[in-house]
């Protein structure tokens, strides 16, 4: 482990670099930090021991940056910017939080688990406005403004963060209706023979574990939806088997709606992200956090 005492003088120096190539010389670095040039240099130097190797070329009159400067200059400024949105954010909350936020979610999982959460974090933060765009579609946040996003994974865009907001089991899940048109599947392997509502419309096979293994079933039928609203209306309607997250099948079980299909047969678990890019306001920041203290309640 670490000496927390040197990581500490770690994230002082890259703050110092960060605030040197910004201002573009030492001199003017060490102005904006109200420390003399002697001091700056000593701690980019003890920077460039630590990594072992040159960040910057300097003379008495000019100062550029090396490849392996030019490349870890992107960390020191994201951690300067983070420390300095940290600050910002809480001094925000000391006053009441005040801006405006831009979230997008699915209509169906939005309506279940994001919604009853953004109305609570509205009557703790009325003056807040909040932007909620529903769409099943996966949307480019920074075309569209939008500086939160919750997602089922997994993540493809390495450039974003993504916090994991819901872990929920799935089923596989038919109405009564449909069980009495096509007799229950009694095997997984049964299951390639039945008739499937597809969602998304991209499914061209359903993952099933079964004795420690998983099966890969070709999936068919007549109903392809985008919608995971559509896919429950649907399968309630008997039109097929699905696989249907706990939070849309839980009460339907219970009042019989809904079959679960072959319980000793595992599918996975469905995982929703809270995605966003690296760099958000304060009030982003408040919601995402508010978001993930919700899930976790």
């Not at 700056?40 to 400067?69: C, D």
């Not at 899940?173 to 009495?180: D, F, H, V």
């Not at 079933?217 to 696989?243: H, W, Y």
Request: with cysteine.
């Amino acid at each position: 482990m670490s000496d927390p005492s040197l990581i500490l003088d770690e994230l002082r120096a890259m703050a110092i670099f960060a605030t040197v190539v910004r201002s573009g010389s030492f001199a003017a670095g060490a102005r904006a930090l109200g420390l003399t040039r002697a001091v700056v240099s000593h701690h980019i130097r003890a920077l460039e021991a630590k990594l072992g190797v040159p960040l910057a070329q300097r003379s008495t009159r000019s100062f550029s940056l090396t490849p392996a400067g030019e490349a870890f200059r992107v960390h020191c400024e994201r951690l300067l910017d983070e420390a300095n949105d940290g600050i910002r954010g809480m001094e925000l909350l000391r006053a009441e939080p005040r801006g405006e936020v831009r979230i997008t979610c699915s209509h169906h999982f939005g309506s279940k688990r994001i919604m009853p959460a953004l109305l609570e974090f509205r009557r703790r933060y009325p003056a807040i406005r909040v932007h909620v765009a529903m769409n099943d579609a996966n949307v480019d946040l920074v075309q569209q403004g939008i500086e939160l996003a919750v997602r089922a994974g997994p993540l493809a865009d390495s450039s974003l963060v993504a916090r994991r907001l819901v872990r929920e089991p799935t089923m596989l899940c038919a109405a009564p209706a449909y069980l009495r048109r096509y007799r229950v599947p009694a095997t997984v392997q049964e299951l390639a023979q039945h008739r499937w509502v597809i969602y998304p419309p991209t499914q061209r096979a359903a993952t099933v574990r079964e004795d420690g293994k998983e099966v890969q079933i070709p999936v068919k039928g007549d109903v392809v939806t985008d919608s995971a609203a559509a896919r429950l209306a649907f399968v309630l309607a008997g039109e097929g088997i699905a696989r249907l997250p706990a939070y849309d099948a839980a009460s339907l079980l219970a009042t019989g709606d809904l079959i679960h299909i072959l319980p000793e047969a595992q599918t996975a678990p469905l995982e929703i992200y809270l995605v966003h890019s690296q760099r958000i306001g304060p009030s982003a920041r408040l919601l995402r956090d508010f978001l993930l203290d919700a899930a976790e309640a």
